[in-house]
């Protein structure tokens, strides 16, 4: 398809479990974001890749938060040892560096039981 | 640090206009976007301001002034399938941060 995927689409998990959650971007796209969104709030920023470099993780909000994009395209987001506070909707999103415009995937709703 | 000010929550009615204002606050601030997000669904791109001024796509527009830290998104001839969160997001350097949005209600 021409747009951005995620998978899974929702992912239930006991706490402590790790989960993976993957991101296929726009063919092209040099960019891409991962971010997470709680209910009634607006997406808040994780980290950024640009082509397979990781240049802000800043917004991670724990060690056990952990990104990759070994190839420049698909990219992976995994959470280890899951808390009931993760729980949320995982978005990502792809853009080439100009114009900047951010498209964004279906996301993944993590539930952490 | 960056600061997003807009609506909670407003209501309109079909075939109206509706004019959601926002204020910014962001260092390395490079333009505005403005997003639409259906309930259960993602973000979905709808304009981008660079310059100050106002930027009309179809029935939707979008003005900027950067000296003020301001931006609307107006949108007229309102359908029913406008009922949706709408998220004003300053760029700033690489990134895009998002405020809350505004969720709009849209009456028969």
């Known amino acids: 398809g021409a747009g951005v995927s995620q998978s899974p689409r929702y992912k239930v998990a006991k706490r402590g479990q790790d989960v993976a959650l993957r991101c296929d971007p726009i063919s092209g796209h040099v960019s891409l974001f991962w971010y997470q969104q709680a209910l009634g709030q607006g997406p808040e920023f994780l980290t950024y890749?640009?082509?397979?470099?990781?240049?802000?993780k800043s917004g991670l909000p724990s060690d056990r938060f952990f990104a990759e994009r070994p190839e420049g395209s698909v990219s992976t987001l995994k959470i280890q040892r899951t808390q009931q506070e993760d729980s949320a909707v995982y978005l990502c999103a792809s853009s080439f560096p100009s114009p900047p415009a951010q498209y964004f995937g279906p996301g993944t709703r993590l539930t952490v039981l | 640090g960056q600061n997003i000010d807009q609506p909670t929550e407003m209501t309109a009615t079909e075939g109206a206009i509706v004019q959601i204002n926002c204020t910014y606050q962001t260092s390395g601030f490079n333009g505005l976007f403005w997003y639409q997000q259906h309930a259960g669904e993602a973000p979905t791109f709808l304009s981008y301001n660079v310059l100050d001024g106002l930027e009309e796509k179809g029935r939707f527009s979008s003005f900027l002034s950067r000296s003020k830290g301001y931006s609307y998104l107006l949108l007229k001839e309102l359908q029913m399938k406008d009922s949706a969160s709408y998220l004003c997001a300053p760029g700033r350097d690489d990134k895009i941060i998002f405020g809350k949005g505004t969720r709009l209600h849209i009456l028969p």
């Open positions: 890749f640009q082509n397979e470099a990781q240049l802000d």
